[in-house]
């Protein structure tokens, strides 16, 4: 079953003359548990797709079905619940709270969950559920000024994961590491995708999309091709515990 | 998002920012604190003012001169009060327990070569000091027969006698009132000012004394010598307005007036009390909103920098966004930070107050009382000016655009 579908995605900025279409009648399709890599130069559409997919933004037109719910006419709280419920975003510059620890960082969406009733000790051994997952038991109590590269993006994977999304939604999320860290998080990834999760990933890095199932290509705010990759293949063996 | 979180949160981000949270509040501390300080001082002097007009005498009627209606015509014809309407009050009026008449005149006194002017030489009768509420520290008052036979006798107020005589005993010595020799006989215990009267400064003579040496009138041979004041002491509170309708009529049918237009007029303690309490009232209010402009000032100084942390966060915003805050728990977040941040000035504002209230009141002369109700309108103040100030940035914030933020630096 599909978890995202969209049918005829339309976003234009402006309005007469001087608008401009950075999105033109986008029809995709991601199925549940799939790792998928959305590629294409600067001004091809993908961080609007992004934007919309992440319910940051809305579609102009068309319409945006998530995990069966159309989110295309929601308002910004419903979309705020959408996202907290059914997003997990992982963002190139990591994107924490400065001034809040791991655990911290990781129990925020927890906070604006309106569905489950949990007490706050619920929250904090819930958060420290998924830090242990990513492999950060020794750093739940440190601010991110105090973790490296690396560290800060698995709080941020494990922020993603907290509560429970329909899928992860990562943008260049290897961009600012260096090349040991990055391939650490990418098998973090992987363990993820493993572990039955949808990824979708946005990148300009060819190499990083080669770890990916399928790579659909942009371009001037069309589908230009999709193609099937490595299918993630690089995951090494006993690496996929559920998380 | 539950209260107790938002201001878990609230309470996070103003600690983490310690000085320039104290800075933000101090507004409101000031505003707070001046609120119960001023309305303290004021409630204190209404106190003070109440309790020295209480302590001229108990349940006393005032008779004074009024020619505002009659006009001057009336007292050129003689009106107003004579020295008999007093013995006619204490033969005819129901409830009364003493009558004390008064007629002041001012004049230069002198003993040895101590010369004072300006003294106060207030004419009375034998019943003054128990009326007035008054008492002898050395030596006596006089008795109606040396009032009746114009003795020349004096009792001195405390502060007078010390000019007078310093540590000398005043009792037995003479003092030259306008050429006049009086023989001091008492000296009175210290009473303040009372009621814009200092009682300590002034000579006290037999009122015969002073209408036949310092106020002669020739009108006095045909209806009496024209006293400034007759003091009725009533047995009670409850008899009080009747005693007030019956002196009325009395000294309406004696002067033959009507009480439209009568040239004396009646008071009761109760209403200097209340005349008193409008003009503290008034001066209170003004205190007050004094103290309230303060408050606004400081609503303002944390609107301003609520706006500040609004645009200084704006990245903590866009990622709570990302997260799912709905624009409902940013507006939140801001406004109960804003009123946590009001709040705690407020309760150091209180403790601020009443701390200065009890210091100024140890320090100066002034009397405070710490209004409970004035710390609750503070408090309650200072919430509202939080939300209030508050709702405008944390509003801002609401509104941002999850994407613009999120970019922001």
Known sequence: MAVIETTNLSRVYGMGEISVRALDGVNLSIERGEFVAVMGPSGSGKSTLMNILGC????????????SLDVSEMNRAQLAQIRNERIGFIFQSYNLLKKASALKNVMAPLLYDRKNNRTHEEKIAKAQKVLIAVGLEDRMEHEPTELSGGQQQRVAVARALVNDPAFILADEPTGNLDSQSGEEIMELMHELHQGGRTIVMVTHDALIAEHTERTIYLRDGRIERITKTGSGQAVKEGASESI | MSLSEFIRLAWESISGNKLRSLLTMLGIIIGVASVIIMIGISAGTEAAIEEQITGLGSNLVFVTQNFSRGGADRFRQGGGLVYDDASAIADNVNGVVAVVVEQPSTESVRTGNVVLDGVVIQGSTADFPSVRDIEIDRGRYFTEQEVDRTQKVAVLGSSLAEELFGEATPIGQTVTVDNIKLTVIGVFEERGLV??????????????????KFTPSQFARFRGDRVRAIIVEVEGPEVVDGTIQQIELLLARRHDVTLDAADFGVTTQQDIIQTQEATTAAFRNLL????????????????????VTVSERTREIGIRQSIGAAPNDIRWQFLTEAVVLSLAGGVIGVLVGVGGSILFGALSDMRTVVVTGSIVLAFTS????GIFFGFYPANQASQLDP????RHE
Do not use: C, H, K
């Open chain 1, 56 to 67: 940051l933004d809305r579609p102009t037109e068309g319409r945006y079905i998530l995990d």
């Open chain 2, 195 to 212: 009621s814009g009267t200092d009682f300590d400064a002034q000579l006290y003579t037999p009122i015969t004394v002073v209408f036949q």
């Open chain 2, 288 to 307: 007050a909103w004094v103290a309230g402009v303060s408050l606004i000032v400081g609503g303002i100084g944390i609107m301003n920098i609520m706006l």
């Open chain 2, 382 to 385: 200072a919430a509202v000016v």
């Open chain 2, 403 to 406: 994407i613009e933020a999120l």
